[in-house]
């Protein structure tokens, strides 16, 4: 089963098993990762699963975030006032479906989900 390495703010990893099929948001919920709040379930209409993927791993899963999820983000969140290496490569966690190619995704997560 692939793995996700999700890295908290304050530097801690948790290496999890995530389903292939399964997104990256509920990988973090199922397994009691904190900093990813997935209040929608992945409806795409809360961004409380936002996420920083590693630079190196930014176009394997799909690229910069779609119009959809950057409409979103803009409306809810203050993309401005996040931090860390990753920042550009913001994403809602809830759209990235895992895949065995996936398979040591590194995410990083925000200080705090809420503004
Ligand atoms: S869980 Fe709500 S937008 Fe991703």
């Given at each position: 089963m692939p793995?996700?390495?999700y ?18 948001m509920?990988?973090?919920l ?7 709040a997935?209040?929608?379930g992945?409806a ?41 290496p990753a ?6 966690s809830?759209?990235i479906?895992?895949?065995d190619?996936?398979d040591g995704?590194?995410v ?8």
């Amino acid at each position: 089963m692939p793995k996700v390495i999700y890295i908290e703010h304050g530097g801690t990893a948790h290496e999890i098993d995530v389903p292939v099929g399964e997104n990256v948001m509920r990988g973090a919920l199922y397994n009691n990762v904190p900093g990813i709040a997935g209040e929608c379930g992945g409806a795409l209409s809360c961004a409380t699963c936002r996420c920083f993927i590693d630079d190196a791993w930014a176009a394997k899963v799909g690229g910069p975030a779609t119009h959809e999820e950057r409409e979103l983000l803009e409306a809810v969140t203050d993309l401005d006032a996040d931090e860390g290496p990753a920042r550009h490569n913001v994403r809602l966690s809830c759209q990235i479906s895992m895949t065995d190619d996936l398979d040591g995704l590194v995410v990083c997560l925000p200080a705090k989900q809420y503004a």
